[in-house]
């Protein structure tokens, strides 16, 4: 499930430094339901990665695992190239060096915000203490609020309090547990530039769990996408984009439908007719599906077509068309704001061109032809 | 006299953590080593009791012991059920004169213990006191009164000093239960009368369970103020056998039945309260509105109020003014009477001690159970509370059995005297046991604090490298000073009260305040017994009124009360 990292492009890894963190084949089971499961990932210093998936697949699990609040049933966890879990070694969260940053913020309401900074700072002495505190405060521009208690903020302001509480101590990655979402919408995007500038600032390593698409892809210089305890793919946000591994992603990061497609000679066909042709499978003759996503899906209205617009969602800038297809299927279309189809409106369907999409066999993408969907009178060439 | 902890849904006190870690070795440890300490009395008192099964004869008498216990408990249970809950229900249907005030003063008589009222009450109706004398006087020496020193009067008197537990789970039962429900059945057609009678009623039935249940369980766990009326219950039986023979095998047997009454009453709680799990969720609806009542109904109403408020709590405590204003007056010594500056010294300490170590247990636990650790803390940190349930008696003499197996193991292994605890007879008994009753109301106040504090606070001081002992004193100890406040005011004050255990388990020549006024009344000394009393009273007060107040806040917010705790 996780074939791709090894090909990752990654920011600043050096083959001499260790990840900052590493998961090794982590396991967690809770009793008869599953935690995660053979979780392998690996993070390199100074990388900001995304861990997104509907709630309950496992990525509050897994933070908690990394922060040593779960102890894995298997597997090892490595932060900074040394074990904190597994291989008989269990390290308590507060030596792991690994810091936190929650929705609640959940700053110590009664310590004032220089206080609250200066807690993870207690090894040093009284005056590096306040150096450092200051340091972080001026980071996140809040240096005149040192005196103020938790309450008196707003909540954009705990969030920096929080993210500068847990960058104090330097802790070898941080992880932040869906940060934003208590935030209202209006602020939420500022929080998250600011969050995100300081992260890189400080060349912090930094594992986000959103349950927000377009955060995920807008943020992490990689997306790790979650489901059923298990990493369905991890990728740069492109990729998992335009490329995703599972019909799982497909239809999570971002709309997508599925149409019963086959290819034949490289050519791809489904009930909408071609919409493709797919180089390098000139020999095969396979059945699969295609993921269509409404912005690559064309509408043209066209008295004597099958299809016909069944719902019309306006958006604002866009207008989602949903179709039936004369097979009763349903595609979706984004439309500029300029175009609206009345309900009942006959429209031909075809795909924007250079549209490659994914194709899937079962529930995964394939890139290449299977082996033994080839035509029976090709030479096999292995 | 302790009061057992319990929810106002009348279920024992039972704290969800959410964890925030996967436990620490030495904490885990600690909580399972105070559930072990806290059950090895009551475990001593089982396993003696079924060792030394037919190895003596059984006290006389037991066959009647047996029935008078069920006799009193019965007795008291129905009496305050018809106060408690007939006054709940009074001032939450109706409106009438001074009902407002009534609302709250009606749980004044909580502050007055029963060993207190029992000879307040003794004073006035006894051969010597003012309405025997008054009847004398009219109808001549040998008029007939019924025998005042009786298990009627013992029931009276319990009944009136421990109705405000029905009346106030029955009372947040009918307030916060049955405004939806109520509601429902009125748009279904019910009349008021209907509605009241089929959904309201039946709906508090569990709360009214729950308080009857506490109220059976002080009773039987008070083997003083029967004492006053020669009612001999089965923890009286226990008291005088060890006190009078000091023999482990009777009284330990005597014990073991003590026990089983207290499991009777809690399985009869919960097979009155049914397999229903009343619990309602939802706003504040417009619920039934207290009827209006006038005329001689309404006044009737009040006079029923004032004259249960008065037996309960203004008679008695005017009567104690009286002697105790007419004693100093008289002679001014009294107030400096060094003997009684012991005694509220030696009252004042145990139950500091005692406060003191039930808060810090109760944090070590909560602390404990923040950090993970599994069903084995989770389950051990249950135990440390079951004590409140156990009577006074059997917690004496489980504490006696196992100091004296703590003896005889250490001379045992060599060291003559053992602790010696049992032979100094210090008063290590006493806290012990004080520990082992007043654990679930500290635990309960200073976890509803804890609880409070998000799990993320404790993660977040966990990755920024702070250890769990630092956590303790930086984060958790600051955060749940509240409740660690009324958690020390509550044991402290409960402890002052507290009469039986230290009666069983004093060590010869320690008196405390509630043991001076118990002797003094038992010598008929009431004029001296006035002065203490008083302070007792005045400190009981304090949590009464808190408790009202709290109530008051609540209900003026639309919140739920859960603690029931006076």
């Known amino acids: 499930m996780t074939a791709q990292m090894e090909t990752i492009p990654v920011p600043t890894a050096s083959e001499d430094t260790p990840p900052a963190l590493a998961l090794d084949g982590v396991t967690k089971h809770y009793g008869s339901s599953r935690g995660v499961d053979a979780l392998n990932l690996s993070v390199p210093a100074g990388e900001l990665v995304t861990l997104i998936g509907p709630s309950g697949c496992g990525k509050s699990t897994t933070l908690r695992l990394v922060a ?46 220089g206080q609250n900074v200066q807690f993870g700072l207690d090894r040093l002495s009284r005056t590096d203490r306040r150096r450092r505190a200051g340091e972080l405060l001026d980071l996140v521009q809040l240096a005149h609020l040192a005196d103020r208690y938790p309450h008196e903020l707003s909540g954009g302001e705990q969030q920096r309090v929080a993210l500068a509480r847990a960058l104090a101590p330097r802790p070898a990655v941080v992880l932040l547990d869906e940060p934003f979402s208590g935030l209202d919408e209006s602020l939420r995007a500022q929080v998250r530039r600011d969050t995100v500038a300081t992260l890189r600032e400080t060349g912090t390593t930094g594992v986000l769990v959103t349950h927000d698409q377009t955060e995920a892809l807008s943020v992490g210089s990689r997306v790790v996408v979650m489901h059923d305890g298990v990493i369905e793919q991890a990728d740069v946000p492109e990729k998992v984009f335009e490329r995703p591994a ?129 035509r029976a009178d090709t030479p096999q060439d292995r | 006299m302790t009061e057992p902890a319990t929810l106002a849904d009348g279920r024992t006190p039972q704290r969800r953590y959410r964890t925030t870690g ?59 059920l018809v106060v408690g809950g ?164 009777a009284a330990t047997q005597l014990a073991v039945l003590v026990l089983l009454f207290a499991v009777a009453v809690l399985v009869g709680e919960r097979a009155l309260r049914g397999r229903a799990r009343y619990h309602q969720q939802g706003g504040r609806r417009q619920g039934f509105q207290p009827e209006q009542l006038s005329g001689a109904a309404a006044w009737g109403a009040t006079a029923l109020c004032v004259a249960a408020l008065s037996a309960g709590f203004l008679i008695p405590v005017a009567q104690l003014l009286l002697w105790a204003v007419g004693q100093a007056l008289s002679d001014a010594s009294v107030l400096a009477d060094p003997r009684f500056v012991e005694y509220l010294g030696n009252s004042l300490l145990v139950a500091l001690l005692t406060a003191v170590s039930c808060v810090a247990i109760a944090l070590a636990v909560g602390h404990a159970i923040r950090l993970g650790g599994g069903r084995l803390v989770a389950f051990a940190a249950q135990l440390t509370t079951f004590g409140y349930a156990v009577p006074g008696a059997v917690v004496g003499i489980g504490v006696l059995l196992s100091f004296s197996a703590a003896d005889t193991t250490l001379e045992n292994l060599g060291i003559p005297g053992g602790t010696g605890l049992i032979v100094t007879g210090s008063v290590a008994g006493i806290l012990y046991a004080y520990v082992i009753r007043f654990l679930a109301p500290a635990y309960q106040s200073v976890g509803a604090s804890l609880e409070k504090i998000s799990p993320t606070v404790t993660s977040s001081a966990l990755s920024l490298g702070a250890t769990p002992r630092r956590i303790l004193r930086r984060i958790h100890l600051p955060l749940a000073r509240p409740g660690v406040a009324v958690a020390l005011m509550l044991v402290v004050i409960d402890a002052i009260k507290e009469l039986p255990i230290v009666l069983l388990l004093r060590p010869f020549g320690f008196t405390t305040a509630s043991v001076w006024v118990y002797e003094l009344a038992r010598e008929n000394f009431w004029e001296k017994a006035a002065l203490p009393a008083l302070v007792i009273v005045l400190v009981a007060i304090i949590p009464v009124v808190v408790l009202v107040r709290q109530t008051h806040r609540n209900e003026a917010r639309g919140t739920t009360t859960r603690k029931v705790r006076p």
Not at chain 1, 297 to 311: E, F, G, I, K, M
């Open chain 1, 68 to 113: 040593g609040l779960e102890r894995p049933d298997a597997g090892r966890i490595s932060v900074a190239g040394s074990v904190v879990a597994g291989s008989g070694v269990f390290v308590n969260p507060e030596l792991r060096r690994v810091g936190l940053v929650f929705q609640d913020h959940a700053l110590f309401p009664h310590l004032t915000v």
């Open chain 1, 246 to 374: 599972t019909r799982f992603v497909a239809s999570f990061m971002g709309d997508a439908d599925f149409l019963p497609a086959r290819v034949h000679r490289a050519l791809l066909t489904c009930e909408i007719g071609i919409v493709s042709t797919v180089p390098g499978w000139a020999d095969s003759d396979v059945e699969v599906d295609v993921v269509l996503r409404p912005h690559e899906v064309a509408l043209q209205a066209d008295p004597t077509a099958s299809a016909r617009v069944s719902a019309v969602e306006y958006h604002g800038a866009f207008v989602l068309h949903h179709v039936q297809l004369a097979s009763g299927r349903t595609l979706r279309s984004w439309q500029p704001h300029t175009v609206r189809f009345p309900v009942g409106t006959a429209v031909t369907v075809t795909v924007t061109a250079g549209t490659s999409p994914t194709l899937l066999i079962g529930d995964r993408a394939v890139t290449t032809p299977p082996v033994g969907a080839r």
């Open chain 2, 22 to 80: 996967v436990g620490r070795p030495a904490w885990s440890a600690l909580v399972v080593a105070v559930a072990v300490v806290v059950a090895t009395p009551v475990l001593a008192v089982v396993l003696q009791g079924i060792g030394s099964l037919g190895g003596t004869a059984p006290p006389r008498d037991l066959g009647k012991m047996i029935l008078t216990t069920l006799a009193l408990m019965l007795g008291v249970g129905a009496g305050s």
């Open chain 2, 86 to 249: 007939g006054l709940a229900w009074l001032v939450t249907a109706y409106r009438f004169p001074l009902r407002n005030i009534l609302v709250w003063l009606l749980v004044l008589p909580l502050a007055v213990p029963a060993y207190v009222l029992g000879f307040v009450f003794l004073s006035v109706f006894d051969v010597a006191g003012p309405v025997q004398s008054l009847l004398r006087g009219v109808f001549g020496t040998d008029v007939w009164v019924p025998e005042v020193r009786s298990l009627p009067a013992a029931i009276l008197v319990l009944s009136l000093s421990l109705y405000p537990y029905v009346y106030l789970l029955a009372r947040s039962a009918l307030i916060e239960q049955s405004s939806g429900t109520y509601d429902a059945a009125r748009t279904l057609g019910s009349s008021r009368a209907r509605a009241l009678r089929r959904v309201v009623l039946p709906l508090a039935r569990p709360s009214l369970a729950a308080g009857l249940a506490l109220v059976m369980m002080e009773t039987l766990t008070d083997f003083a103020t029967v004492q006053y009326f020669n009612v001999q219950t089965v923890s009286v039986g226990v008291y005088l056998v060890w006190k009078g023979t000091f023999d482990f095998h």
